[in-house]
């Protein structure tokens, strides 16, 4: 079956690091892929998302490309902020399947 | 346009008894699907409802059941409940069942049985 594997962390940054959170998946078909966030005490929100090979998602300085290649949807930040402490999720969905979530990635950024 | 809403957002049961938890969908949305989340099993999906039948469904007992009413509302009920069913239950809408439709998640409920 479909899965999403996510580097587990803790991960610990100080403000203005860079960022990079691996996300790899394996899926018979080709499903979209996402990202979500989940800040304490609340649901998930939708961070971004790419539908097919070669496109990149991008919000609120966040940005990961789809790469079938590799099968690998990478999150990536230029400059973290304190505000930016969550838990990070990667997901993905194909045709008639439910959502299938990797494990999260817990992000602490020190000032 | 208002979120996603589930209520209760608190609930204290104790083994045993049962639960009625429930979603309401982005207006519009005729997708809903459940999640259990917790500490050590991540996030595990239940199922998933579109226009009133079920689509897909994850690997929990039987004991884990819903279902979804003509305006696209949601209810998971889960009976004799166990130690183990402490969690929060995330609720998430769609538009469709599509692969590439944006799941909108509520706050959750968070359960504790004692």
């Known amino acids: 079956g479909n899965s999403v ?6 991960v610990t940054l100080s403000e203005e690091a860079f960022l990079t ?10 499903p979209s892929l996402f990202w979500y966030v989940q800040y304490p005490g609340e649901g998930l929100q939708l961070l971004l998302k790419a539908t097919k090979a070669d ?3 991008s919000n609120k300085g966040f940005e990961a490309t789809y ?20 838990v990070y999720f990667c997901a993905l969905r194909d045709y ?3 959502f299938v979530f990797g494990p999260g990635t817990r992000l602490s950024v020190l000032p | 346009k208002a979120g996603v809403t589930q209520t209760p957002r608190y609930l204290i049961k104790t083994r045993g008894q049962q639960v009625t938890l429930s979603c309401s969908p982005i207006s519009g ?10 500490p050590g099993q991540g996030l595990q999906f239940l199922f998933e409802y579109f226009s009133e039948t079920q689509r897909n469904k994850g690997n929990f007992p039987g004991r884990f059941s819903g279902r979804q009413f003509s305006n696209s509302r949601s209810e998971m009920n889960v009976s004799t409940l166990e130690l183990g069913d402490s969690a929060l239950y995330l609720c998430a809408s769609s538009l469709a069942s599509g ?16």
């Open chain 1, 55 to 57: 496109d990149k998602g």
């Open chain 1, 96 to 98: 008639g399947q439910n």
């Open chain 1, 67 to 86: 790469r079938k290649e590799t099968t690998s949807f990478h999150l990536e930040k230029g400059s973290v902020q304190v505000s930016d402490s969550a």
């Open chain 2, 99 to 114: 692969k590439a439709d944006t799941q909108y998640f509520g706050p959750g409920t968070r359960l504790t049985v004692l």
């Open chain 1, 5 to 10: 594997t996510q580097m587990e962390g803790p």
């Open chain 1, 21 to 30: 959170i691996n996300c790899t998946y394996t899926a018979t078909g080709y």
């Open chain 2, 29 to 38: 949305h005729r997708s809903v699907s459940w999640y259990q989340q917790t």
